[in-house]
């Protein structure tokens, strides 16, 4: 999808720079030393992202072979209130605006205990990874939930070259190992952001009595028969961005098709980030990896005794410049999930522009009877 997104190749142009340019003031500055000093300061801004990042990881119990977080425990915090303090959807937007601190929006008046399930499994979408939740999955552990983000196949700290991925089974593995190994009795609410939607889905067809609900982020949500390919032609005309975006890798030859593509580093900001903080623009800069172009071109097989039980639910995020409203909408119309909710002032990435109103919101559909 639009987030469909890789280890992007340099580009003298660079999608952010410094608010603060040390040499701004030097009377006379070469092009050539110009440019080295931007590369410094979008290097420093990386790797104090990924510090960011790194310092969280350090806080919890993290399996690096398969990327599933689990909690330390729930914060003893508490301030009396019964309800979620207001989402940051509902404040002035600001693109520098700090994360909350997860205590803040603890929600007092939920036991997850007492929840049909009270364990989120997360799945990136496609060239990001399970590094991409990060908040989500502060936000969530503080507030008591189990949470497991999933590196698929060739994605994140998965060590696979997206050129050989040959198929959506092949892709999605490591989310069904992780259900198939789930206990039996015991669900969890599957989340899947863009291209996750198709796996999500696949998923459902296969383990429909181990999943509660499903949560569908600017997501593809492919009807029976449908490729996530058929669902993007379907934008096609209405979003320029796209195939200016689209670096197609041929690692089989030119004369063959396609076996990954990445999106042009200059655009990934107007594209994906649109709306999100400059660290995490970086953090994703310095992460993202290829996506095999296979899974996408694969028709799901999708049947109501199976995938039609999963009780399903739709995000959408409204300053999506990957996956417009418009097409989000189509993709509801044409399969009807029980509830849509939106997030104003989301770009196509939600747990960075909007970590606090999707927590919010990922709450409240555990707690849906």
């Not at 994360?99 to 997850?112: A, E, R, S």
């Not at 796996?199 to 429909?208: K, R, T, V």
């Amino acid at each position: 999808m639009g987030n469909l997104c890789a280890l992007l190749k340099p580009k003298q142009q660079q999608p952010f720079t410094s608010k603060k340019q040390r040499y701004s003031n030097a009377p006379s500055t070469s092009r050539r030393e110009k440019k080295k000093l931007d590369d410094a300061v979008i290097r420093e801004q990386a790797i104090a992202a990924a510090l960011l990042y790194k310092q969280h990881q350090q806080n919890q119990q993290f399996d690096r072979s398969s990327s599933l977080r689990y909690p330390n425990g729930v914060s003893k915090r508490n301030n009396g209130s019964n309800s979620l303090p207001r989402s940051s959807s509902s404040r002035a937007r600001s693109l520098t605006d700090p994360l909350l601190q997860p205590h803040q929006l603890i929600n007092q008046g939920i036991k997850v205990d007492d929840l049909e399930t009270n364990h989120f499994v997360l799945v990136h979408g496609g060239g990001f990874g399970a590094w991409c939740w990060y908040k989500t999955i502060a936000l969530l552990e503080e507030s008591g939930y189990k949470v497991s983000a999933i590196d698929l196949t060739g994605s994140g700290v998965h060590s696979f070259d997206t050129n050989n991925i040959t198929s959506l089974s092949q892709y999605v593995t490591p989310l069904t190992d992780f259900l198939e190994k789930f206990p039996e009795g015991k669900k969890v609410i599957l989340v899947g952001h863009d291209f996750g939607g198709a796996c999500i889905s696949y998923a459902m067809e296969l383990f429909p009595l181990k999943i509660s609900k499903a949560v569908f982020i600017a997501a593809a949500m492919p009807t029976n028969g449908q490729s996530t390919l058929d669902i993007i032609s379907q934008q096609a005309s209405s979003n320029d961005l796209m195939p200016k975006a689209q670096n197609f890798l041929y690692a089989n030859g030119n004369d063959r098709p396609p076996t990954a593509f990445d999106l042009d580093k200059s655009l990934l900001r107007d594209l994906l980030f649109n709306q999100s903080p400059t660290k995490d623009v970086a953090l994703a800069s310095v992460s993202m990896r290829s996506v095999p172009f296979a899974p996408v071109l694969e028709k799901l097989s999708l049947s109501d005794p199976k995938y039609g039980t999963v009780r399903r639910f739709y995000i959408k995020t409204l300053e999506d410049n990957a996956i417009p409203t418009t097409l989000q909408e189509n993709m509801i119309n044409a399969s009807p999930p029980e509830k849509v909710f939106q997030l104003k002032g989301a770009d196509h990435s939600p747990f960075f522009s909007k970590p606090q109103a999707l927590h919010k919101l990922l709450v409240e559909i555990s707690t849906i009877l």
